[in-house]
């Protein structure tokens, strides 16, 4: 096991003595404390199948073939040509995805109708307005795990 010695004080080492084998080794097992809390990790992120990712990738069918090639014959124009590539994808994601916050918390399959019926049922707090939304809740779960 590595760690670090200042660790050592906090952390719980023990020898496993029960699960010995026929060498001279003997396995040992520690105790990590982790932080409860956890920071949310923030990405630009296009969702698979939406309306962003058809607009991404026309934007791209559209902009890679408009790159003036021309010819290769120094790293120069291999240099320009790589960065008009690049710029065009940058501009193409920046454009359509957006900003995520991925949490402990974070569902992947959560969609704009789950947070819509669970609005509804917020302002409705209705038996029905739930079971739409448990129903809503299914169907996404549904849809992104077969896909």
């Given at each position: 096991?590595?760690y670090?010695?200042?660790?050592?004080?906090r952390?719980?080492?023990?020898?496993?003595?029960?699960?010995?084998?026929?060498?001279?080794h003997?396995?040992?097992?520690?105790?990590?404390?982790?932080?409860?809390?956890?920071?949310?990790?923030?990405?630009r992120?296009?969702?698979?199948?939406?309306?962003?990712?058809?607009a991404f990738?026309?934007?791209?069918?559209?902009g890679?073939?408009?790159?003036?090639?021309g010819?290769?014959n120094?790293?120069?124009?291999i240099?320009?040509?790589?960065q008009a590539?690049?710029?065009c994808?940058?501009?193409a994601?920046?454009?359509?995805s957006k900003?995520?916050?991925?949490?402990?918390h974070?569902?992947?399959?959560?969609?704009?109708?789950?947070t819509?019926s669970?609005s509804?049922?917020?302002t409705?707090?209705l038996?029905?307005?739930?079971?739409?939304?448990?129903?809503?809740?299914?169907a996404?779960?549904r849809?992104?795990?077969?896909?």
């Open positions: 096991m590595f670090q010695i200042s660790d050592s004080a952390l719980r080492t023990n020898r496993d003595h029960d699960r010995k084998g026929p060498t001279d003997i396995p040992l097992t520690t105790s990590v404390i982790l932080d409860s809390v956890i920071e949310g990790v923030t990405r992120s296009i969702t698979c199948g939406s309306e962003a990712e058809k990738i026309n934007d791209l069918r559209t890679v073939p408009a790159i003036a090639v010819t290769l120094t790293p120069a124009d240099d320009r040509v790589a590539l690049a710029d994808f940058s501009m994601w920046d454009k359509h900003e995520v916050c991925i949490t402990k974070s569902q992947p399959w959560w969609n704009d109708e789950c819509e669970l509804q049922y917020k409705k707090k038996e029905e307005s739930w079971l739409t939304f448990r129903r809503t809740v299914q996404a779960k849809k992104f795990f077969n896909s």
